[in-house]
Nanobody, 126 residues
């Protein structure tokens, strides 16, 4: 059974940094697309970043325009873990962040992803 467990959320001041982690278990995730979405109450889930395997040891990463240059997604294949380094955080980045995974190449659309973590809260004070 696939499980995704996020950690690293918390309260940070605007301009600060956080690193989210997502540990995957229940399979081998090397070829999975893995990524992050976020959601605030009353709004739809928003794509943040994703990676997908492109062969060998190469991964393709994509980031939403709203976080490009501030957030960076990475993976540790040996640990089945994906990270989201968040720098220069803004109050509008506050949300519940969800880790996602799927056997398929991945997408910026949430419905594509089969597996979701429980989410981790990120709060940014101004």
């Amino acid at each position: 059974q696939v499980q995704l467990v996020e950690s690293g959320g918390g309260l940070v001041q605007a301009g600060g940094s956080l690193r989210l982690s997502c540990a995957a278990s229940g399979g081998s995730f090397r070829s999975y697309a893995m990524g992050w979405f976020r959601q605030v109450p009353g709004k739809e889930r928003e794509f943040v970043a994703a990676t997908r395997w492109t062969g060998g040891s190469r991964y393709y990463a994509v980031h939403a325009d709203s976080v490009k240059g501030r957030f960076s997604i990475s993976r540790d294949i040996a640990k089945n873990t994906v990270y989201l380094q968040m720098n220069r955080l803004k109050p509008e980045d506050a949300a519940v962040y969800y880790c996602v995974a799927d056997r398929n190449p991945g997408s910026q659309f949430p419905d594509v992803y089969e597996y979701w973590g429980q989410g981790t809260q990120v709060t940014v004070s101004s």
